[in-house]
């Protein structure tokens, strides 16, 4: 998953957001998993993020993936998995939120 977020079209994201591919990630998140795992899995949410927000920056109206995730419970998943002992899971999340959901208060 982390392959086709990362190199693909973003055609090719969105027809795997269409099929819910966010809510599977989100529920796969929800889960104990290996800290590899997860940041896997982080990392593929991440990616799609960032497609939708080039979108964005060329003229879309809103990331429309950040509002699937929003919608299935990803913010309150994301914001647990805050409190993970491993490191590079606390890292992945911690980029997630300060790229994605913090405003400047400038």
């Known amino acids: 998953m982390s392959n086709i977020t990362s190199c693909g079209s973003f055609q090719q994201i969105q027809f795997l957001a269409e099929h819910d591919i ?3 990630l989100i529920r ?3 889960t104990e998993s290996e800290a590899e ?3 896997l899995i982080l990392e593929a949410l991440t990616n799609i993020l960032d497609a939708g927000q080039e979108r964005v920056s060329q003229g879309g ?5 950040l509002l699937q995730l929003e919608e299935v419970g990803g913010v309150k998943i994301i914001e647990k998995l805050q409190q993970h002992p491993h490191q590079d899971v606390y890292s992945a999340v911690y980029n997630i ?10």
């Open 97 to 106: 939120i300060d790229k994605f959901f913090l405003v400047d208060g400038n």
């Open 37 to 39: 795992f997860v940041c």
């Open 61 to 65: 109206k809103c990331n429309k993936f």
């Open 28 to 30: 796969l998140l929800g």
């Open 22 to 24: 966010i809510a599977v």
